[in-house]
């Protein structure tokens, strides 16, 4: 990569590359785990498929081949009657279904954010 860079800095087309780009460029990817930490069945989406439903105590790994990530959307209201659908766009790391303390609604559930990924 930096052979690459020193040509196109001779051409006077870049300066630098940063390494996240330089990764999405030479075809990198992004690693994801979600796990749920609740008591609950959760049915959820992937880029806007419905993939499935992720047990209690379980957890699901997946990759992006591209460098925008991945969109996950579920209902944060377990309950059947109700729906409160969110959606977030994730980055590396591992995420956790898990209990929203802060509301006083005992059946909400948020996607939390608990560790990057270590890169190899």
């Given at each position: 990569?930096?052979?690459?860079?020193?040509?196109?800095?001779?051409?006077?087309?870049?300066?630098?590359?940063?390494?996240?780009?330089?990764?999405?460029?030479?075809?990198?990817?992004?690693?994801?785990?979600?796990?749920?930490k609740?008591?609950?069945?959760?049915?959820?989406?992937?880029?806007?498929?419905?993939?499935?439903?992720?047990?209690?105590d379980?957890?699901?790994?997946?990759?992006?081949?591209?460098?925008?990530?991945?969109?996950?959307?579920?209902?944060?209201?377990?309950?059947?009657?109700?729906?409160?659908?969110?959606?977030?766009?994730?980055?590396d790391?591992?995420?956790e279904?898990?209990?929203?303390?802060?509301?006083?609604?005992?059946?909400?559930?948020?996607?939390?954010?608990?560790?990057?990924?270590?890169?190899?």
């Amino acid at each position: 990569m930096l052979i690459n860079q020193s040509c196109l800095e001779s051409f006077s087309l870049i300066e630098e590359f940063d390494e996240q780009a330089a990764e999405t460029i030479g075809g990198g990817y992004r690693v994801f785990e979600i796990k749920n930490k609740t008591v609950y069945d959760i049915p959820y989406a992937i880029d806007g498929t419905l993939t499935g439903t992720l047990a209690p105590d379980s957890d699901r790994i997946w990759t992006a081949y591209s460098g925008d990530g991945l969109t996950i959307e579920f209902d944060a209201d377990v309950r059947i009657d109700y729906i409160k659908l969110k959606k977030y766009n994730l980055t590396d790391g591992v995420y956790e279904f898990q209990n929203d303390l802060s509301t006083d609604n005992p059946y909400d559930i948020d996607l939390y954010s608990v560790e990057p990924i270590p890169l190899f």
